[in-house]
């Protein structure tokens, strides 16, 4: 029996192929001469990353999830990309003497000596493992393209360090260095790579003998490079330099920005550095410019409450804050909400720290301690302007807050932030920072919260039975829950929840992007009174439970029920939001 007639039993014994589709695969063998494996993968038949485990125990080499396993680039320094392609495999760590390897194809004689030669050449033993053609394909397209693209300047740099001599690197010889091509495309590159993978920070992080890359892609960060620590120095000053920063000043922390067009799209780079035991680090949060608003219904905010949010939002003055931790999507709902507000009539000012996304037609204010444009004096300026809406970043403050309730009570809509674990928690805090519970009570609108929760691939999302006893949980959170949330009958009668176990639209990672899950707290009359009457935090949740208040949990609950998000993330991001 050989390998093809061999697989093909293993899946039709496996219920993963029929009968049928053996018979058609065996025909499409025959008349286009091609392998079993390649008309699976040609025509989906079955995941890719569930035939590569199968491969590999018919082959008995060990399997690899390339997608789980970050590729150090230094294991792929040197390697020819042309070669990693037509050989199709990648290094993907170096242990001592041994390269780890994973290969689509280990039964290839041919690819079997070309990656023995390779390893041999550079004094290494290869150790062989199974990858799906996917992986391999992701794989060669990110950290391994990425260092073998920017090996050459590499290369190049440590010339420059050697003409330089131990000397002089210091001054106007590191400037020099910085701006020459070398360094300049290492960190372009790296900057591309990160957009191409839709992330949202890059953080570059000095180690005893390494300087590591890592991308937050949908919430979670992953290193995706490994570079030498000789190179750390000169990337840290080309970022200082594009940021407008002091390149001399390592002791402290600094903070700057960036623009720059990739593919024809303008980015925001905001940059911050901060001093560590073995040198600079750096993280950078990108900022796309180019997108516009995303709708409500795209953040996450939907049925009754964008309805209820969107009422408010439309008051003639009074304040709505939004509460969340750092990364929560605070921002973009403030920005969402300011474009939605945004017209010819309204004078909308914003103070911001820094100003993330730029709108046409609004007022935008950066805030710069440093010169003493704070956010409460940033605020008695702006309320010289004439303005209809203010924008406050965030509330830290006393002076801040105090002046935010002013404006609120004197005919202006504000809009800001606060942290805090959920949205009532903002009163307490707002009555910790010295404000009298009656100016409170007569100012704010509307208190929110968020969480962000990783976004279910919906292209290959499936069923998954729901236990009783966590049936039993989900009624139990659900029993406050007015009927009128409950759109689908999944979410009125819950019997099954939802995976997604990856297909080449998620990349194999099941996980496509992130979805905001809100609680939101319009200010009753009688949530009036108990502010007023300062009331503590479990009285106040009680009396918006009591009058609908729909919970983080609960709204995640929700969305988890409709296939949109899971429902251990839920559990997980609001397990500090629930007493």
Do not use: W
């Not at 970043?393 to 005919?411: F, N, Q, W």
């Amino acid at each position: 029996m050989d390998s093809n007639d061999q697989l093909l039993a293993v899946l039709v014994e496996r219920g993963s192929v029929t009968q049928e589709q053996r018979t058609h695969i065996e025909e499409r063998m025959k008349a286009d001469g091609i392998s079993a494996k390649a008309v699976i993968l040609s025509e989906k038949i079955i995941l890719s990353e569930d035939l590569a485990v199968i491969q590999a125990q018919l082959l008995e080499v060990p399997y690899v999830d390339l997608t789980k396993v970050p590729v150090h680039g230094e294991a792929m320094h040197d390697i020819s990309r042309k070669a990693a392609a037509t050989y199709r495999f990648v290094a993907f760590d170096k242990k001592g003497t041994t390269l780890l390897v994973a290969m689509e194809s280990p039964d290839d004689f041919q690819a079997a000596e070309a990656v023995k030669f390779i390893a041999k050449r550079k004094g290494l033993t290869p150790q062989i493992y199974l990858a799906s053609s996917d992986a391999i394909d992701q794989a060669l397209g990110g950290a391994g393209a990425v260092e073998a693209e920017i090996g050459g300047a590499l290369k190049e740099f440590s010339q420059e360090l050697k003409e330089a001599g131990e000397g002089e690197k210091t001054g106007a010889s590191i400037e020099r260095i910085v701006e020459e091509a070398p360094v300049t495309k290492v960190v372009a590159v790296m900057i591309r790579h990160a957009i191409e993978g839709h992330s949202s920070d890059i953080h570059i992080e000095p180690t005893e003998k390494e300087v590591r890359i890592r991308y937050r892609i949908d919430g979670k960060l992953h290193t995706s490079l490994v570079l030498p620590l000789k190179v750390h120095a000169a990337i840290i000053s080309r970022i200082k330099i594009l940021s407008n920063l002091k390149i001399d000043e390592s002791r402290l922390p600094q903070d700057g920005r960036f623009s720059a067009t990739v593919d024809s799209r303008s980015y925001d780079f905001r940059v911050s550095t901060m001093p560590t035991t073995f040198g600079e680090k750096v993280a950078m949060r990108i900022l796309d410019k180019s997108s516009g608003a995303p709708s409500f219904e795209e953040l996450g905010l939907r049925g009754k409450m964008q309805e209820v949010f969107a009422q408010y939002l439309h008051s003639p003055y009074g304040i709505i804050l939004i509460s969340g931790p750092t990364g929560s999507g605070k921002s973009t709902t403030l920005f969402t909400s300011l474009s939605l507000l945004n017209s010819q009539e309204a004078n909308i000012v914003t103070l911001e720290d820094p100003v993330e996304y730029e709108i046409i037609g609004v007022n935008q204010t950066q805030v710069q301690p440093e010169i003493g444009l704070t956010f409460a004096s940033g605020l008695r300026s702006i309320l010289r302007q004439d303005p209809d809406i203010i924008m406050v970043g965030e509330i830290r403050d006393r002076d801040t807050a105090e002046l935010s309730v002013h404006a609120a009570l004197t005919g202006h809509l504000v809009l800001s932030t606060i942290h805090t674990n959920g949205a009532i928690g903002a009163i307490p805090r707002l009555i910790d920072m010295g404000i009298d519970g009656f100016l409170l009570s007569a100012s704010v609108r509307l208190l929110a919260a968020q969480r962000l929760v990783p976004r279910l691939c919906q292209a290959c999302k499936e069923e998954v039975p729901m236990a009783d006893a966590i049936r039993e949980k989900v009624l139990s959170e659900l029993a406050t829950l007015p009927a009128d949330y409950m759109v689908e009958e999944n979410q009125r009668t819950p019997r099954v929840f939802y995976k997604s176990p990856g297909c080449p639209e998620c990349k194999e990672m099941g996980i496509l992007g992130r979805l905001a899950i809100f609680e939101v707290v319009p200010i009753s009359r009688k949530m009036r009174t108990a502010i007023n009457d300062f009331s503590d935090f479990d009285t106040l949740s009680a009396i918006a439970k009591n009058e609908g208040m729909v919970t983080m949990r609960q709204d995640g609950l929700l969305k988890a029920l409709t296939g949109e998000v899971r429902y251990e993330d839920v559990m997980r991001v609001t397990s500090e939001t629930e007493v």
